[in-house]
């Protein structure tokens, strides 16, 4: 007997969505930081086993959507609930219980089968963690809780079981060798999106986005151009910075990263364009693959 099913992580942002989905997949698929919104796209992850095939999607954590952008990234997380065989609803042991309360209320509804995992439990003593597990008892009462570590890789594998027995029975639905349905260029732009998070404040990574304009692979190295692209060109001074210092450590960073994930030497060119109020434009935001069809 094979089975093989769709398992979906949703959550508010920063609850380790992305930390658990990696420990999960078993690779670094999504990127992490502490930031919240890093994750804008759904990311897939197929683990292949003898008879079984799960496929993960880490969504972009939950908000209200009050510019185009967010709207469409809430789209992802309420699709996110209806096309899956489990849904993980992580949410950890720092965030309120208010938050999000009208998501909260369609993970209710579902049919699908709930496993809530608190997550961040390093964080707690016992007797917290005991009144946290009362208190989600309250508020999702048909889904199973599960205590995790994300981070420190705790209590994952009784998820993991727990996952494999609700899956279904049926055929694999992807190639058994493939990783994840993104291409190459996905993970190079995800990681340099990483690095200007980290190395930029305030509201400057989420004025930006990043295009792989090309990708060029032989047998001894990996050519590749992206263009950051801002809003105004205040912007573009900051992230190039004085005398080109910040484009510089981004660059760098990213290149490392990209040279492990792909295992390759890689040449890395990035250039900064301004594409003025691109969160508003709905034929830019169709370009950059935010918006589904
Ligand atoms: P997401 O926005 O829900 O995808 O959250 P991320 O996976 O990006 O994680 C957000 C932050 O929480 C990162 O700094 C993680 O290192 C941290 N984090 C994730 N899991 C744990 C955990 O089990 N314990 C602690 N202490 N931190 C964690
Ligand atoms: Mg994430």
Redesign the pocket.
């Known amino acids: 007997m094979h089975k093989s099913g769709f398992v979906n992580i949703v ?12 420990d999960l997949v078993g690779e670094r698929i ?10 804008r796209h759904r990311i897939m992850g197929i683990v292949n086993g003898e008879d079984f095939q799960i496929i993960y999607s ?1 969504t ?2 939950v908000l209200k959507p009050n510019y185009k952008l967010q709207s469409s990234m809430l789209d992802f997380s309420t699709s996110a609930l209806k096309d899956a065989d489990v849904l993980l609803y ?1 949410t ?1 042991s720092i965030e309120s219980f208010d938050k999000n309360q009208f998501f909260l209320e369609k993970v209710q509804k579902t049919n699908v089968p709930v496993l809530l995992l608190i ?5 707690l003593d016992e007797a917290k963690l005991l009144a946290l597990v009362d208190r989600w008892k309250s508020v999702l009462p048909k889904a199973e809780i599960f205590p ?5 890789k ?1 209590n994952i594998d009784n998820v993991l079981n727990r996952i494999k027995e609700l899956l279904p029975e049926g055929e694999p639905y992807f190639d058994k060798d493939a990783l994840t349905d993104k291409p190459a260029r996905f993970f190079v732009n995800e990681i340099i999106r990483e690095k200007i998070l980290l190395n930029y404040d305030k509201e400057i990574p989420y004025s930006t986005e990043v295009a792989v304009e090309s990708f060029k692979e032989d047998d001894k190295m990996i050519r590749i151009s992206a263009v950051i692209f801002v809003e105004r060109d205040s912007q573009k001074g900051i992230i190039i910075g004085k005398g080109g210092a910040s484009l510089k450590k981004v660059g760098s960073d990213a290149r490392k990263d990209i040279e492990v994930f792909f295992d390759k030497k890689v040449f890395l060119q990035l250039f900064v364009k301004v594409e003025q109020d691109w969160r508003n434009k709905e034929n830019k935001l169709k370009g950059f693959g935010y918006i589904q069809n």
């Open positions: 959550g508010n942002p920063n609850v380790g969505k992305s930390t658990l989905m990696n999504s990127i992490i930081t502490s930031k919240s919104q890093t994750t880490d972009p954590g992580v950890d997550n961040k439990i390093d964080l995790i570590s994300a981070l420190h705790f």
